[in-house]
């Protein structure tokens, strides 16, 4: 019996390993394109001061706003001058009308279309006053690179999690040699109680599910020497996948008896 | 132990088998004698609780400390109970989740007795059929419920391997009472009885 158990706890080691590097490569792709979105702000441009506060306010409410910052005519003038070299014109610059910017900066990772949303219902309200400044466009194509990436893992999840309850369930079965139906005739017919083995059956299965985890866990840490872009998984990831192998294994207990009853 | 009062085994509406009171008490082996058809094996599905179609009443005894731990039957007929993929050691011990050294050397010692120690690896589809009835019956007595029931024993034994169960049932030192059945008597079993005009009558 150990040794079976020591079998699935490597087998599954390897399989959650492979699925985390996968994981993580996905998540890098995802963050990259994130973090171009993260630069760009949206900007406010407006002459009404106070409008400017009010909205501000109503934003920083938002708990996914990471930032706002407020441009004032001065600065913006400075800025000009600086960028563009008109020192020579700056004479001019100084009598001349500049509004005032508002730039709002999006923590990192959450400007997806919901949160989008709920700036736009902010600003919307005030529309007459402001002129909106934001590279829709790119927003659009990124959003769509990344939900098309976050699809894609979670299709390709529920197909890897499918797979490694067959593959268990297989496993197990080529592993011991069974067929289940002689199995459990076989079982019951030479007194064996059936709660006691599912009992048994689902104590292995918490004991091969822990260990599986920590050891896939623990097999970040050669791979972060040569690539430090791989990051252990969280404890949300491991708490996930801890009640998904004992799920898969839970199920694969069901499918064996399934298979006499 | 086991008591029987009164009890009539039924096909459809028919009485086929009526029983008396018979007690059997632990460690104690019966046999019940009988033609084809006479209602033995129903007798014995019924007291495994796998027949319904009986009235009377019949009773498997056990303190209660005992009774939570111990399998009330386990019969064994003419089907083959073995995995014919696992070892003669492995279908012994199919059933028990943790087996103690203790039970190691008993099994090791009743494979012995029946000429098994030799084939003790043998995958259990190798062996004839003698042979797997001998390994069910140590199953069981490793196992030991509070009855064993074996149904048409003459078919499975001749003479030098019906003693041979009887050495393991003495190795054994088992607690569980035997109820056996057979066309033909069999004179080592404590209890005889004999199905006369649809009746169980002692011998």
């Given amino acids: ?261 | 132990m086991l008591k029987i009062d009164n009890l009539i085994i039924r096909t459809g509406d028919y009485d086929l088998l009526t029983t008396q009171n018979i007690i059997l008490d632990k460690n104690e082996s019966m046999l019940l004698v009988g033609k084809n058809n006479s209602g033995k094996s129903l007798f014995l599905k019924s007291i495994h609780k796998k027949y319904f179609n009986h009235n009377g009443n019949f009773e498997i005894k056990v303190s209660t400390f005992l009774k939570k731990k111990r399998k009330e039957s386990i019969l064994i007929d003419y089907e083959n109970n073995l995995i014919g993929d696992y070892s003669i050691y492995k279908n012994i011990t199919l059933s028990l989740l943790k087996v103690s050294d203790k039970t190691k050397e008993l099994i090791s010692d009743l494979c012995s007795m029946a000429k098994l120690g030799e084939i003790y690896s043998t995958k259990s589809s190798e062996l004839s059929y003698s042979q797997t009835k001998m390994v069910e019956i140590i199953r069981a007595f490793v196992v030991e419920p509070i009855l064993i029931l074996i149904d048409d024993i003459d078919n499975f034994f001749d003479e030098i391997n019906m003693n041979t169960f009887f050495e393991l049932k003495k190795l054994s030192k088992t607690k569980s009472s035997i109820i056996a059945t057979s066309k033909i008597l069999i004179e080592k079993f404590d209890k005889k009885y004999r199905i006369q005009n649809e009746k169980v009558v002692i011998l």
């Fill in chain 1, 1 to 261: 019996m150990i040794k079976n158990i020591f079998f699935f706890i490597v087998m599954i080691s390897i399989a959650l390993f492979a699925y985390n590097i996968f994981y993580n490569v996905i998540d890098v792709k995802i963050n990259a394109y994130q973090k171009i979105l993260d630069k760009i702000p949206i900007i406010v441009v407006t002459d009404n001061d106070s409008l400017l506060y009010k909205v501000s306010s109503e934003l920083d409410t938002l708990n996914f706003i990471d930032k706002i910052y407020f441009i004032m005519p001065d600065t913006l003038r400075k800025n000009l001058i600086k960028k563009y070299k008109l020192e020579t014109a700056n004479r001019y610059l100084k009598n001349s009308y500049l509004p005032k910017l508002m730039k709002i900066y999006v923590k990192n990772g959450k400007f997806n279309s919901e949160n989008k949303t709920k700036i736009a219902s902010v600003l919307k309200k005030y529309k007459n006053h402001f002129t909106i400044k934001y590279n829709d466009e790119l927003w659009q194509e990124i959003n769509s690179k990344t939900e098309f990436l976050k699809s894609f893992f979670n299709n390709l999840s529920l197909v890897y999690w499918g797979i490694i309850t067959l593959f268990l369930f297989f496993l197990k079965t080529i592993f011991n040699k069974l067929n289940y139906f002689y199995f459990w005739k076989s079982f019951l017919k030479s007194g064996g109680n059936p709660n006691k083995w599912v009992f048994s059956q689902i104590l292995q299965a918490f004991i091969i599910s822990f260990f599986s985890i920590l050891i896939s866990y623990f097999l970040f840490y050669p791979i972060k020497i040569f690539s430090p872009y791989f990051t252990p998984p969280t404890l949300k990831i491991i708490l996930y996948e801890f009640i998904g192998i004992l799920c898969v294994n839970l199920i694969s207990i069901l499918l064996m008896k399934k298979n006499y009853d």
